[in-house]
């Protein structure tokens, strides 16, 4: 795979900055802090670095490429008017140490989201600070923290996790302290609500939620799970990363949840950039919005304005105020979409995921068949010849689509985990059906052609194991002269 | 609505082959107690054309005026984007399937060797959040490494760093102590605490100050040296790691980033390959296929929360990973000469500012130490009044605040660039002569 290294560069730079137009000092800095080598980065032609940034853009699949049915991640269609308005010169070039007079229309989109937010989840606090979901779910992990810590009850270390719930989660109660206690599923794929009873005392933080759960079903108990939490002194965390499952239909503030994370870059349509930036902003209730991160955009009698004053915050996150050029084009698409926008959303996931479940189930072993939300697992185990999971993946870029998640959640055996999102067309739908359908055929007549997959892609099926063994991990410069 | 497909006759046909009778059973599993409660937030649907209006004039509310003068700085800079057209990346997710995602893998692989080559480290990261998480993920990393529950941080780390080093250091439970600053404006390592699992240390620093770092590791025992920095100064400057840095992080925004009123950022992370084990967030590797062709997957990955889960040594799975790729663009078309070049027009244009801003009445630099592209300059008069006289003829600095922070009262902070010109600088010397 060609990289910028192995471009035999010729003529250096040049031309890009103008010369020096004041006197230079050469004793500026002294001779002890230069470095001595320079460091080893070509420079590439701009026809050459244009060609090579395009053909591995080509080695890519986006959504823009096609279907993109990634488990949890709801890969929907990103739009391109959000792309439009990040690139306004007002609000690119706003600096976030600039005077707040100076950046009254970056203050008021930001007032404007938040308070969008607000309603969207129920709750009254909002902070947009988080970078990504996962760090919006350690700002929440911080927060009940703090919640605890200010009322002197500290004995509280515990944080209850269903085992359908996110991938991030065990990671970011661990990062805010906490030790993790797992709350198994019952036979219906909900929360097994008497092994909840029986753990809740006076160690638990909080609960962990992820609504709906990993595996696309909505807790139908909610209330009942979360009453039962409070009632134990614990707090309720309901993970947003499946909000397109319910948005506009119903709040997480409504069924009990003290915190909640967005997923900007998943539910409100930002683009995933091949692994970020996202934004993970945070909604509290009444009680946890004291702690809150700074500073917090407020309304003044002269416009709006950064509060820094927050005696009880947990501090901050982020360097400045969260990714804003994320946090705009969502502001962008909520905009668009309205109220009955939002709707559409949640009723076009949810009829998308379950028309696929309902085709699909005669093909593949689906391990919880009910009602799904925006998305369901089905079970690669079964299929003819031992073929796995991951073949039927690798087989599916052959037929032009990219893979769902697969291993996780780590409750279903060789887990196919399908989020088609609302954007997706029925002949979208059914050309992924006919697709998968194929491949459980091909397991039984042509198995060999699903373990060597995929045969149509750039490269073929990648060595992980060596990856992990024999890390290479930056380019192998010739180090002899 | 335009973002969605299907039309109510598609909706009518898949209803039934899913077997219910109308959209609301489809929701029948979530109790009408919580549905009642749902309010609209009162948002009509608008038109592309109403919103993209509305933006506009959003974006004509901040006072960007081309024609104004930004030396604001603190980890964010106004430097100059040459024009480069990038292909559209950016719809794809986390390379969790490598042989459809070579582009952004291919990109992360080199974005690594280039933050290891300015950094002088041996292995870095696809990115961080941020140059403050990057920093707070440095000290959680010493603290797995040597179990010590203290990091000592220098005064010069920038406030808005601290705050969050602060934040995450408390939920750890990790102590966080200081070190003061000198005369020079560099750390006083005169007295670092024993018992340390890092020292963390900036240069450039918040002051603007380049610190010494060619006799501070072997000052520290077993401490981690940790090292903010910033990647178009190291350009010019002895990189961290030939100094003995343990981990070396920054801010990745000045290498060809928007300001975008402070996000997305580009947190830089690296360190030493016996921390590899260590090391938060996703990597590249070089790995081949079944056909025995290069390709790269993600590597070192039984780190990372999708496997570790609970003892995983970050949180992070979405990152920078666009901005990192901005950044790689923007290298590769500069080249090491184009950076060196860069480091070289940013110093001179920052010192020919300082030495005429220096020779003021009432005026003088805070610090001694060597400076790269910023300096504290301490003024006659009321910092914040300066501030807003400079403001009113167009011309942007720093909120004193920040230097409040650093115990600094009576000084604004200047950060010039390569996009500043002698006219402009001219300008601001006599705009400081009135305001002063």
């Given at each position: 795979m060609k990289t910028i290294f192995d471009f035999r560069t010729?003529?250096?730079?040049?031309?890009?900055f103008p010369p020096i137009d004041v006197p230079e000092s050469t004793?500026?800095?002294p001779a002890s802090l230069r470095r001595e080598r320079p460091p080893r980065i070509p420079s590439l032609s701009e026809p050459d670095l244009v060609r090579h940034y395009t053909r591995l853009s080509k080695l890519n699949f986006g959504v823009d490429d096609g279907f993109y049915p990634l488990g949890s991640c709801t890969m929907k269609y990103n739009p391109k008017l959000n792309e439009d308005a990040a690139r306004l010169a007002g609000f690119s070039?706003?600096?976030?140490?600039?005077d707040a007079s100076v950046v009254q229309g970056a203050l008021a989109v930001m007032h404007h989201m938040a308070t969008m937010l607000s309603e969207i989840a129920g709750l009254p606090g909002v902070t947009l600070?988080?970078?990504?979901g996962a760090h919006g779910e350690l700002t929440g992990m911080f927060l009940a923290r703090r919640y605890f810590e200010k009322r002197g009850d500290?004995?509280?270390?515990r944080i209850l996790l269903p085992?359908?719930?996110?991938?991030t989660n065990p990671a970011s109660a661990a990062l805010a302290g906490f030790t993790v206690t797992e709350i198994p599923s019952d036979g219906s794929g909900m929360v097994d609500v008497n092994a909840l009873a029986s753990t809740l005392?006076?160690?638990?933080a909080a609960i962990m939620l992820t609504v709906p759960n990993t595996l696309g079903i909505?807790?139908?108990?909610i209330l009942e799970i979360t009453a039962r939490v409070r009632e134990a002194g614990g707090l309720c965390y309901f993970d947003?990363?499946?909000l397109n499952a319910f948005i506009g239909r119903a709040r997480p503030g409504d069924m009990g949840a003290d915190i909640f994370h967005f997923n900007l870059h998943k539910?409100?349509?930002?683009?995933?950039?091949g692994g970020g930036p996202g934004a993970g902003p945070v909604a509290v209730s009444e009680r946890l919005a004291?702690?809150?991160?700074?500073?917090r955009v407020e309304r003044g009698s002269e416009g709006y304005l950064l509060n820094w004053?927050?005696?009880?915050t947990i501090g901050a996150?982020?360097?400045?105020?969260?990714n804003f050029a994320v946090i705009l084009k969502a502001y962008a698409y909520l905009l668009q979409l309205g109220d009955q926008g939002l709707l559409a959303v949640s009723e076009n996931a949810v009829l998308n995921a379950n028309y696929l479940q309902a085709r699909l189930k005669e093909s593949y072993?689906?391990?919880?068949?009910r009602l799904c939300k925006h998305e369901f697992v089905l079970s690669?185990?079964?299929?003819?010849?031992?073929?796995?999971a991951l073949d039927v993946a690798k087989r599916l870029i052959d037929y032009g689509m990219h893979p769902p998640t697969i291993y996780?959640?780590?409750?279903?055996?060789e887990a196919l985990m399908i989020e088609p999102t609302e954007c997706e067309s029925r002949a979208t739908l059914d050309a992924f059906v006919d697709a998968m359908k194929r491949i459980a055929e091909e397991a039984k007549t042509a198995p060999e052609q699903l373990r060597g997959?995929?045969?149509?892609?750039?490269?073929?099926?990648?060595d992980q194991t060596r990856a992990a063994r024999q890390?290479?991990?930056?380019y192998p410069f010739d180090e002899t002269p | 609505m335009r973002y969605i497909s299907n039309s109510d006759v598609d909706r009518r046909a898949m209803l039934d082959t899913v077997g219910?009778?109308?959209?609301?059973a489809l929701f029948s599993d979530i109790s009408e107690e919580v549905k009642s409660r749902c309010r609209p937030m009162g948002l009509p649907a608008k038109s592309e054309f109403e919103v993209a209006r509305t933006l506009r004039e959003l974006a004509d509310?901040?006072?960007?005026?081309?024609s104004g003068i930004s030396l604001l700085g603190g980890g964010v800079y106004d430097h100059y984007i040459p024009s480069v057209g990038r292909s559209e990346f950016?719809?794809?997710?986390?390379?969790?399937?490598?042989e459809v995602s070579q582009g952004t893998l291919t990109a992360m692989f080199e974005f690594q060797t280039l933050i290891c080559e300015l950094t002088g480290m041996e292995v870095a990261n696809a990115?961080?959040?941020d140059g403050a998480t990057a920093v707070a993920e440095a000290a959680l990393l010493a603290e797995r490494v040597l179990g010590r529950k203290q990091v000592v941080v220098s005064r010069g780390l920038f406030p808005h760093y601290r705050r969050v080093l602060d934040t995450y250091c408390w939920a750890a439970r990790i102590a966080v102590k200081e070190l003061p600053a000198t005369q020079?404006?560099?750390?006083?390592?005169a007295n670092v605490p024993d018992g340390a699992s890092a020292v963390i240390v900036q240069t450039p620093n918040a002051f603007g100050t380049i610190e010494?770092?060619?006799?501070?590791k072997e000052r520290l025992g077993e401490a981690l040296l940790v090292v903010a920095t910033h990647p178009i100064a190291l350009g010019l400057l002895v990189p961290p790691g030939d100094s003995g840095a343990d981990v070396v992080v920054g801010e990745?925004?000045?290498?060809?980033?928007?300001?975008s009123f402070g996000g997305p950022l580009l947190g830089l992370f690296a360190t030493r390959e016996r921390y590899l084990r260590q090391i938060p967030g996703r990597i590249a590797g070089l790995t081949v296929d079944t056909d025995g062709n290069d390709g790269f997957t993600m590597a070192?990955?039984?780190?990372?929360q999708h496997i570790r889960?609970?003892?995983?040594?970050?949180?992070?799975?979405?990152?920078?990973a666009l901005c990192a790729l901005t950044a790689t663009v923007y290298l590769a078309t500069l080249g090491a000469e184009g950076l060196s070049e860069l480091a070289r027009i940013n110093v001179a244009k920052a010192h020919y500012l300082a030495d005429r801003l220096a020779a003021?009445?009432?005026?003088?630099?805070?610090?001694?130490g060597p400076f790269f592209n910023e300096f504290v300059l301490r003024v006659p008069h009321d910092p914040e009044r300066v501030r807003q006289g400079l403001a009113s003829r167009g011309i942007l600095v720093d909120d004193p605040r920040w230097l409040r922070y650093l115990g600094i009262h009576d000084g604004l902070r200047f950060a010039v660039t390569e996009k500043r010109t002698k006219e402009q600088l001219d300008r601001v010397v006599e705009a400081v002569e009135c305001a002063s």
């Open positions: 010729g003529d250096p730079s040049g031309g890009v004793s500026a800095i070039d706003a600096h976030p140490l600039a600070q988080p970078a990504a500290t004995g509280r270390s085992d359908s719930a996110h991938g005392d006076d160690t638990v909505f807790e139908e108990r947003g990363a499946n539910t409100l349509s930002t683009p995933h950039g004291p702690y809150l991160p700074v500073p004053e927050a005696p009880d996150v982020h360097s400045f105020y969260g072993r689906l391990p919880y068949d690669g185990k079964g299929l003819a010849n031992g073929i796995s996780f959640p780590l409750i279903v055996p997959a995929p045969h149509r892609a750039p490269v073929r099926r990648l890390p290479i991990l930056r | 219910l009778p109308s959209i609301e509310a901040n006072v960007v005026d081309p950016y719809t794809a997710y986390t390379p969790y399937q490598p990115s961080m959040y020079e404006g560099r750390t006083d390592l010494d770092l060619s006799q501070v990745g925004q000045p290498l060809g980033l928007s300001a070192a990955q039984t780190r990372e889960r609970e003892r995983a040594t970050s949180n992070i799975c979405t990152n920078s003021l009445p009432g005026c003088e630099l805070v610090f001694s």
